[in-house]
Nanobody, 114 residues
Framework: QVQLAESGGGLVQAGGSLRLSCASSRITISFNRMAWYRQGPGMLRELVAAISRDGKVEYEDSVKGRFTISRDDTRNMLYLEMNILKPEDTSVYYC????????WGQGTQVTVSS
C-alpha cells in the first residue's frame, strides 16, 4: 500500500509564499505522473499542477507563473512552491500519484488571508 504524506500547509497573508511537500512510501520514479490537486469548500477537486516521470509539467491557468511543481526521485519527494498567494488559493491541497492505480494523500490545509 502506497502512502503519501503532505506537509507544509498553513496560514499565510496574501502575497506570501508556502512550500508544500509530499513524502512517498514508494519510490517516486515508479509513478508515471505525480500531481497536486486542491479542493475548496463546496468545490470539486481540481488539478493544480502535474509532473511526469520525464519532467514534463503542466499547470492550471490561475497558478501559472506563481506555482512551481518539482520532484526529487532520490528522496521520493514531490514539492509545490507557491508564491504570490491569493485568497482564492485557499483550499485543502492533495498529493496524487499515478501508477497502476491512483494514490492520494490525506491533504494539507492552505489558508490565504486578505
Amino acid at each position: 500500500q502506497v502512502q503519501l504524506a503532505e506537509s507544509g500547509g498553513g496560514l499565510v497573508q496574501a502575497g506570501g509564499s508556502l512550500r508544500l511537500s509530499c513524502a512517498s512510501s514508494r519510490i517516486t520514479i515508479s509513478f508515471n505522473r505525480m500531481a497536486w490537486y486542491r479542493q475548496g469548500p463546496g468545490m470539486l477537486r481540481e488539478l493544480v499542477a502535474a509532473i511526469s516521470r520525464d519532467g514534463k509539467v503542466e499547470y492550471e491557468d490561475s497558478v501559472k507563473g506563481r506555482f512551481t511543481i518539482s520532484r526529487d526521485d532520490t528522496r521520493n519527494m514531490l514539492y509545490l512552491e507557491m508564491n504570490i498567494l491569493k485568497p482564492e488559493d485557499t483550499s485543502v491541497y492533495y498529493c496524487n500519484a499515478l501508477g497502476w492505480t491512483q494514490y492520494w494523500g490525506q491533504g494539507t490545509q492552505v489558508t490565504v488571508s486578505s
